[in-house]
Each structure stands twice: as C-alpha cells, then as structure tokens.
C-alpha cells in the first residue's frame, strides 16, 4: 500500500473546489461522466491504430445508486489506469491526462472525440462526496488499484483483487448535505440534463421490454417480457450525422427530443457543419415565432464534444439568432475551469460570423427554392431577419436577397421589386422615394383607403422592431424615406408639384383656425389647416412621423436621446379648409352651435383614430342618440 499527499499547491483544495471552483454542484456528475467517456473513447483510438491489443467491444458507461450504502457508482469499460498512472493523473492535480494523451497522439486523435480540458473534473466528486474510491485496471497487463481519499490532501493507494475486468468504477460515498444524489429522480434529470447526447451509451438501471411475437402466434399469444438495459441516452443525435443521411422526419424527431414540451413544429432547420478555422456541428431549428421576442424557454444548447455546457449561448450565437433554437456543438469554443462562462476569443468571433453567413445563405437558398412557401412562412420569421438587420452589418449586407416587405393587399416584395413597383408613383417633387406603410390594417383603414385612392402601396409592417429597421434602412439606403399612412394628410405623405386650389381666402383661414383652436383648447392637438380635395375628411387626426417612431423606439430599446424620458401625446388635426364643413363653421353665427359642430367633427376624428375613450366616448355615443330623436 501507498500513501501520501495530493500535489497540491495549497494546504487543502478541496474547500476551495466547493465553494468557489464549480457555480453549481448537480455538474460533478457530468465531469465524471466525461471522464467515464474520455477513457472509454481514448481505447477506441488506441485500437484502431493497433497500440491497445485488446477488444473493444461494445462499451457502455454505468451509473448505479445504493441507497443502503449511500453510494453512488460510476463505471466505465474503458482504458483503465494503472497505480503509477493513478499517482500521476490523480494525484498530481494540475496534470490533465486527456491533454497528454491528446498531445500525444495529435496527429492520429483528432476525430477520437475526447472531450477532457481540465484535470480538475475528477475532484468536482468533493463537491457532494465525504469520500471517493476509485476501482480501476489497465487494458495493459497489470494489476488493478484501489484509491481511497476523504477529502484531505492524504490518500492511500494499494494493488486490489476486487476488479477483474478492464475499466474504472469511480464510488462516491454521498456527504450528509449531498443525499438529494442518492436519488433516482435526480440523478435521471441529471443524466438527461447534461448526458443526453453523450457518445457512449449510458445504462442506468433497466427497464421492462416486451418482446416480439412470431408471424405464425396464434391470436390469443401473450407476449413475454425481459428486463433490459435502460440506455438513457442518444450516442449518435442528428447533430453528428451527416446531412445527406438525415429527413426531414429525422430532423423533427430530433427537435421534440430536445424540447420535449414543444408540441408545434419547427418552420425549417439550418445544419451546422465546419472544420475549418475552427470544429463545429449543429442544427438550428427555426420556431414559429409571428411578433414574439421572449426567448427565456427553449434556448439554443450549447455542447462540447456532445457533452451539454450552458444554454447561455451569447457571444457564441449572434443576438439576433437566439430567438431560434437547437445544438451547437464545438470543441473549440474557450471556457473557464467549470465550463460555466464563455472566455473573450477570437474563435468565439469567427464561429458567431461563421452561423450569420450560415443562417443568410440558408435564407437566400429557401426563398429561391420556393418562394410562395417562403412567403407564406414570412410572418413567422419575420422578426429574426428584422433582429439581424438592425444588429449585424454582416447579415444587413445580405438581406435584400430574401427580406419581404408585404403590403396591406397581401402582395410580398423583395427591396428591388418593391422599388421598381413604387418609383414612378411614390416618388416625390424632391426626388425621394416614399415608402407607406400602416402598422395595423384595420385601426388605419381611412387612411390605407386614401392611400389606395391615389393608387400608392402601402406596406403593412407590424413587428415590435420596425420603428428600429426602417432607421436602418433610411440611413442605408439612398433618396428614400419611409412614412405611416397616419403620419400627415396623403397630400403632405407625398409632395408632388401640382397646383392648389384654395376655396378661403387668408382672412377666412385665419378665422376658421382660431375658431377651432379655442373650442378644441388642448395642448395635444396642432390645428394645420390644408386646402384639399372637397370630398376627403372635414377633420383627420395624424401623428408626425417623428415623434411617433421615437416613442415607438422607445418602447422597445431605443430612442437615441429621448430614451431617457417618457414622450408627450402629440398628434396634428389636419383641417380641409376646401370642405362643405369648413364653410359651414365660418357661416354658423351662434357660438354654442359653431362650438358643438367643431366638437362633434374632432369626436368623430379621435373615433377613426381610437382616440375616443372614457368619458369622452360615453358623452359622444349619447349625444349622438339625441341627433337621432331630433
């Protein structure tokens, strides 16, 4: 027997390991259950190249729990160790055994899937364990150890009998604050949180399975049953197949594997596949996600050689695609000692560009596939393409190839067919191109309809990040400006040099104005008098342009200066000076009656606009119930 002290650089480790080394206890079983892979995979390279000469097999990791003992065991068919490789790779904390192995045999290694970076994981097992054994034998010809450490830098390490078979059993005698991990349920949601997908089949416990019948049972057979191994995970998840073997069944098969919960399926996929400048695989699904920007369920997956890390997956993923989901898997991406926090890289920056031009290219080659599909999807996707826009040059650069804008007619357009169409109509006496758009069809009807009658398309834009895209794209691109058909008067929208014709002269306007500034009375309102055409509205109700956009900004992020404060209600109430109405006013003598006619016609502006609440709503609705008795 041996004993001894663990090299260590300070008096006890281990304290230091519980508090302050892994941010969350339950991963020790996955730092353990890598280490159980690693050896299992670092046998598989080392008989394929003929060094190892022993059977391979077909290894699985186990993971068992005795309650009556409080222990729980992990055990791999792997490459074992020896006593001296025991002193070595356990012992002697800061070496990591995987690096040396990989160092090793870096030319021949580099598919072999070995997932240790850190000689640490091993001692996450004091985060819950009073005491660790570890059971192990070499596939080399020599005898197997036992390691027996409580928790203090003292150790004993002895030849044993009690292993015949190739491997290690690492055993975990549970600490008092630990015994949640001598549950069942636990270590399940364990294994299924972050060992899903691990390339090793893993066995914990076994299952009933009933067994076939034969074609010539006759109809009243019962099937027999048998217990069997309970594999609790995937070894082979679509991420590490290749794409030309993969459905489309397949690819939704695996999407309900990763999100159990989700019952809608995706709207399509983008398959990740790079190993050059840098080793990553995945899949990104995009969800059905119409105006919704809540990405806190569901997130993408970060893994590391199919071990899970984080589904906190910023900086890796550009922000604008977390709203999709999936698996990104890379042995490349640089983590901290417990995996927990992604570390400044530039590898982190080419795999984030990498996934843009992915998702871009992806885009471009649907909408050319098939565009009415495409267009029929637009509602769903909308709101990435709109997020990547405002938030990625790189993916702006590329997006007229396969943005949409729809209009109100349910017409969908690419940026150079939308230009095309509108140019010779919506171009204005200076020369810029204006673009219309309504943000909901039915509450700006009036004023799509007014838009409609002078023969301009309007564009319906509705999702919660226009107010920031069309910024982008007005200072993007040249000569063009984009305005809500609430904004102004039609007439004002879009300036063109036609001559107007003024029933009023100055003075009449004059009177007409203070008439209805001194009934309306309300900083809200800037009374603009317009000579129109005599048949459009009396009264309109827009909101400039501007001011409207900020506060629209505001509400999700934005605003430049003003986002610091909350903005005014600010509207224009555009009077048709040409109108029978405006005559009207200026005709009637009696104040009381001038006073309830301009009344009456705001009432039934604010209407149009949704303005009429509260009171003000009641009081018109009876008002206009006496109108009808007279």
């Known amino acids: 027997m041996t004993k001894g002290n663990i090299n260590v650089s300070v008096e006890n480790i281990f304290p230091l390991i519980k508090k302050f080394l892994y941010s969350d206890h339950e991963i020790f079983l996955r730092e353990l259950i890598s280490n159980a892979t690693d050896a299992t995979l670092k046998l598989k390279h080392l008989t394929s190249i003929g060094e190892a000469k022993v059977e391979y097999g077909n290894p699985k990791l186990e993971v068992k729990i005795n309650k009556e003992n409080k222990t729980l065991h992990i055990i791999d068919q792997g490459i074992g160790m020896t006593g001296e490789e025991v002193e070595k790779y356990i012992n002697q904390v800061a070496f990591s055994g995987a690096e040396e192995f990989l160092e090793k045999y870096k030319d021949t290694a ?9 000689g640490l994981g ?48 690492i055993i975990l005698h549970i600490a008092e604050d630990s ?33 076939p019948l034969p074609e010539d049972a006759p109809e009243d057979a019962v099937a027999e049953t048998e217990e069997v191994d309970n594999i609790i995970n995937n070894p082979t998840p ?29 709207l399509f996929n983008i398959h990740l596949n790079v190993d050059y400048p840098f080793n990553l695989t995945g899949i990104l699904f995009f969800p059905k996600l119409n105006n919704n920007l809540n990405i806190e369920k569901d997130k993408i997956q970060l893994y590391q050689n199919q071990v899970f890390v984080t589904d906190e997956v910023k900086g890796i993923v550009p922000d604008f695609l977390m709203l999709l989901r999936g698996v990104i898997d890379s042995p490349d991406i640089p983590l901290n000692v417990s995996r927990s926090y992604l570390q400044a890289d530039g590898a982190v920056k080419k795999i984030s560009s990498y996934i843009t031009k992915k998702v871009a290219d992806k885009m471009s080659s649907l909408i ?41 007619d349910e017409k969908y357009y690419l940026w150079n067919e939308l230009e095309e169409k509108i140019k010779p109509n919506q171009t204005d006496k200076d020369g810029k191109l204006v673009i219309l758009y309504a943000s909901n069809a039915d509450e700006q009807h009036s004023y799509i309809q007014a838009a409609k009658d002078k023969g301009y398309e309007v564009l319906l834009l509705d999702s919660p990040i226009i107010p920031h895209v069309i910024q982008k794209l007005e200072t993007s691109k040249d000569k063009i400006s984009f305005a809500r058909v609430d904004a102004d008067h039609i007439n004002n929208l879009i300036k063109k040099d036609e001559p107007i014709i003024s029933k009023l002269n100055e003075t009449e306007k004059e009177s007409l104005k203070k008439n209805v500034e001194e009934t309306i009375n309300d900083t809200k309102f800037t009374v603009q008098l317009e000579d129109l055409d005599s048949n459009d509205a009396p009264f309109t109700i827009t909101q400039p342009e501007f001011m ?61 606009q949704n303005l009429l609440k509260g009171k003000d709503l009641t009081d018109f609705i009876q008002r206009s119930y006496q109108n009808l008795n007279k």
């Open 110 to 118: 580099k598919d072999s899937g070995i997932i240790g970076h850190f």
């Open 122 to 169: 091993f001692y996450s097992a004091f985060m819950v364990a009073e005491k660790v054994e570890i059971l192990t034998k070499s596939y080399k010809d020599e005898p197997a150890v036992r390691w027996i450490c409580d928790g203090s830098p003292e150790f004993t390490l002895e030849e044993t009998t009690d292993k015949t078979d190739r491997g290690t059993e």
């Open 179 to 211: 015994t949640e991990f001598l549950e069942e349920g636990k270590i399940r949601e364990l294994l299924l949180k972050y060992n899903k997908f691990m390339p090793i089949p893993i066995k914990f416990g076994t299952k009933t399975q009933t067994k």
């Open 238 to 266: 679509a991420w590490t197949i290749a794409p030309s073997e993969l459905s489309n069944e397949d690819y939704m098969k695996f999407y309900h594997e990763l999100y159990p919960m989700q019952f809608e399926e995706p």
């Open 368 to 408: 050319n596939e098939n565009r009415e599909d495409y267009e029929k999807k637009w509602n769903d996707i909308k709101v990435v393409i709109e997020y990547g826009i405002v938030t990625e040059e790189k993916f702006a650069e590329k997006a007229d190839k396969f943005t949409l804008y729809p209009t109100t």
């Open 548 to 608: 409207r956009r900020m506060k629209d900004m505001q509400a999700t992020g934005g605003g430049g200066m003003f986002a610091m404060g909350g903005f005014p209600e600010m509207y224009n109430l555009v009077v048709n000076s040409n109108s029978e109405f405006a005559s009207q006013i200026l005709k009637t003598e009696n104040k009381e009656e001038k006073e309830g006619l301009i009344k009456y016609a705001l009432d039934l502006a604010k209407l149009s």
